[in-house]
C-alpha cells in the first residue's frame, strides 16, 4: 500500500516529466508547476503534522510514566504509613492490654484489702462502724459514740480496740495510702471549750488523735495524713438529732497507691 508522502513524490515526479514532455503550452506548464507546488506545501504539512504527533507522544509518554512514578511513589509512601500505623496500633492496644491488667490487679487487691479489714473490725456494731468499697477506695466509717464523748477529743477504750485492729490489719501493705477524715453535725461547740474554736478545730483535733493511735499501734506515719471536714460534708442533712448522729463520724480512707498505673498512663 503506497503512503501519502510517496504519492506526493510520485506526483511531483510525474508533474516533472510534464514539464520536459514537447507539446504543453505555458498555461498547463505554469498549471502543473501550481499543483506541484501545492503537492509539496502538503507534503511538508502533513510532515509536520508528523513530527508534530510524534512530539505529542513522546510527551505523552512522558507524562505517563511521571504518573507512573508519582503513583509507585504514593503506593509505597501509603504502605509505609501503613506499616507504621499498624505498629503503633500494635503498641497502643499492648499498652491497653497492660493497663487492663493493672486496673484487674488494682480491683483485687482493694477488693482483699476490704475483706480483710472487714474480718479484722468483725464483732463491733454495724451502726457503728461500717467497711464500703467506694470508687475503688476502703471507707471504714467509724461514728462518734464509738470513738468519742460529746466535744471531747480522747478516743474511748473501745474505740481504742477498733483502731488497733484496724491497724494490725494494715501492717505490711505499704503501698496503702490511709486518709483519716474527721467530721461534725453542723452545731457549733460549747463556748469555751479548751483549745478550740469551732468545728474546724474539734474535726482536725479527732482525726490527728486518731493518726497517733493508729501509728502507735504499728501503722507507718508515712501513710497516714490527718485531715479536718468540720460541718461541710455531711451524709445526710442535718435535719434531726439521729442524722446529726449519722454526720459525727470518722472516715478512714483507705486508698492503694497507683504508682504502676500512673506509669503506663503517661507512656500514651
Known amino acids: 500500500m503506497t503512503s501519502p508522502l510517496s504519492r506526493l513524490a510520485l ?42 504527533l510524534a512530539q505529542e507522544k513522546a510527551r505523552s509518554e512522558e507524562e505517563l510514566r511521571s504518573n507512573l512514578l508519582n503513583k509507585n511513589q504514593q503506593v509505597s509512601q501509603l504502605n509505609e504509613n501503613l506499616g507504621m500505623t499498624q505498629q503503633q496500633l500494635k503498641e497502643r492496644e499492648a499498652r491497653i492490654a497492660e493497663l487492663q491488667r493493672v486496673l484487674d490487679e488494682q480491683q483485687q487487691r482493694v477488693q482483699s484489702l476490704r475483706q480483710r479489714v472487714a474480718d479484722a473490725l468483725l464483732g463491733f456494731n454495724a451502726n457503728d462502724l461500717q467497711v464500703q468499697l467506694k470508687n475503688g477506695k476502703v471507707y471504714v466509717s467509724l ?35 490511709v486518709l483519716v477524715e474527721g467530721h461534725t453535725d453542723d452545731v457549733p461547740i460549747a463556748r469555751g471549750t479548751a483549745g478550740m474554736q469551732d ?10 488523735e486518731i493518726t497517733r493511735l493508729l501509728t502507735t499501734n504499728g501503722l507507718n506515719p508515712d501513710q497516714v495524713t490527718p485531715s479536718g471536714r468540720s460541718k461541710y460534708l455531711p451524709i445526710v442533712a442535718n435535719n434531726s438529732p439521729q442524722n446529726r448522729a449519722l454526720n459525727r463520724r470518722t ?18
Not at 468545728?199 to 490527728?208: E, M, P, Q, Y
Open 251 to 268: 472516715d478512714i480512707i483507705l486508698t492503694p497507691k497507683l504508682d504502676e498505673l500512673f506509669q503506663i498512663l503517661e507512656q500514651n
Open 199 to 208: 468545728n474546724w478545730d474539734l474535726s482536725v483535733l479527732r482525726a490527728t
Open 143 to 177: 461514728s462518734e459514740q464509738l470513738l468519742f464523748k460529746s466535744g471531747s477529743t480522747k478516743v474511748d477504750p473501745k474505740g481504742q480496740d477498733a483502731l488497733k485492729k484496724l491497724a494490725t490489719a494494715l501492717q505490711g501493705n505499704k503501698d496503702v495510702n
Open 11 to 52: 506526483t511531483a515526479l510525474l508533474g516533472g516529466s510534464l514539464l520536459a514532455a514537447p507539446g504543453c503550452n505555458k498555461k498547463e506548464i505554469a498549471a502543473l508547476q501550481q499543483q506541484n507546488q501545492d503537492l509539496t506545501r502538503s507534503r511538508e504539512q502533513l510532515q509536520a503534522e508528523k513530527e508534530a
